[in-house]
C-alpha cells in the first residue's frame, strides 16, 4: 500500500520562474493539503483540494494555485517565484474531510531553492 | 486563528532518558496529532489524540482537551529518537491543520 508520493524531490529556480509540484494520495484517500515548512519553523497550511475544488486555503497569496485530478492527485503551482518561497513543501492526505476529525498523512516533500 | 505553542524548543538528553514535551492551544479542538520529523523531512505520524491518553510502545501521549493542552512522553530514548516533535491543530474547524514551532530533540549516545 503506497504512502503519499510527491515529485521531484529537489528542486532549484530563478526568482520570477514559476513551479509546478505534484503530490499522489495514499491509497483510499481523496483529500490532499498543501503545506510550506521555511527552515526552523512548522508547516504552514496553503490550501485543501477534494473533489477537485479548492475545499480551505490558508494566509497565502494568489501566486500559489492547485488543481486536483480526478484520480485525487495534485498539483501545487507558484507563479513568480519570490527568494522567500524557498521551502520543504509537503503534501498530506486524509480521508473524505471530516472538518477536523481525519489524519493526515505528510509525503516525503519538495525541497524548494529560489535563487 | 488558533495559536499552537510548543515547549521546550530545544531539549538534549542522554540515551536511556525519559522526556516530557508539552503543546497548549488557544482553543477548543477536535482533534490533535502529534508527529516526528526525521532528519530528511518526513513527517511520521506518532498519534491522533483529540482528548485522553494513548500508548505506542516507549511513547506515550495525553491530551486533556478542556485545559487545552496535550503532552508527549518518550521514554528510554534511543538516538533514532532525535528529530523535530510537532504537535497541530485543525485551523478554524476545517482539515487545514495548525502546527507549532516544534521541539528539537537531540539524544546523545
Known amino acids: 500500500d503506497a504512502g503519499v508520493t510527491q515529485s521531484p524531490t529537489h528542486l532549484i529556480k530563478t526568482r520570477g520562474q514559476q513551479v509546478t509540484l505534484r503530490c499522489s494520495p495514499k491509497?483510499?484517500?481523496?483529500?490532499v493539503s498543501w503545506y510550506q515548512q521555511a527552515l526552523g519553523q512548522g508547516p504552514q497550511f496553503i490550501f485543501q483540494?477534494?473533489?477537485?475544488?479548492?475545499?480551505q486555503r490558508g494566509n497565502f497569496p494568489d501566486r500559489f494555485s492547485g488543481h486536483q485530478f480526478p484520480n485525487y492527485s495534485s498539483e501545487l503551482n507558484v507563479n513568480a517565484l519570490l527568494l522567500g518561497d524557498s521551502a520543504l513543501y509537503l503534501c498530506?492526505?486524509?480521508?473524505?474531510?471530516?472538518?477536523?476529525?481525519?489524519?493526515?498523512?505528510f509525503g516525503p516533500g519538495t525541497r524548494l531553492t529560489v535563487l | 486563528g488558533i495559536q499552537v505553542e510548543q515547549s521546550p524548543p530545544d531539549l538534549i538528553l542522554q540515551e536511556g532518558a525519559n522526556s516530557t514535551l508539552r503543546c497548549n492551544f488557544s482553543?477548543?479542538?477536535?482533534?490533535l496529532q502529534w508527529f516526528h520529523q526525521n532528519p530528511w523531512g518526513q513527517l511520521i505520524n506518532l498519534f491522533y489524540i483529540p482528548s485522553g491518553t494513548k500508548q505506542n510502545g516507549r511513547l506515550s501521549a495525553t491530551t486533556v482537551a478542556t485545559e487545552r493542552y496535550s503532552l508527549l512522553y518518550i521514554s528510554s530514548s534511543q538516538t533514532t529518537d532525535s528529530g523535530v516533535y510537532f504537535c497541530?491543530?485543525?485551523?478554524?474547524?476545517?482539515?487545514?491543520?495548525?502546527f507549532g514551532k516544534g521541539t528539537h530533540l537531540i539524544i546523545q549516545p
Open positions: 483540494y477534494y473533489e477537485e475544488e479548492e475545499r
Open positions: 497541530a491543530v485543525p485551523t478554524g474547524g476545517a482539515d487545514g491543520l495548525t
Open positions: 491509497s483510499g484517500h481523496d483529500t
Open positions: 498530506a492526505s486524509s480521508p473524505i474531510p471530516g472538518w477536523g476529525t481525519d489524519t493526515q498523512y
Open positions: 482553543d477548543s479542538v477536535n482533534n
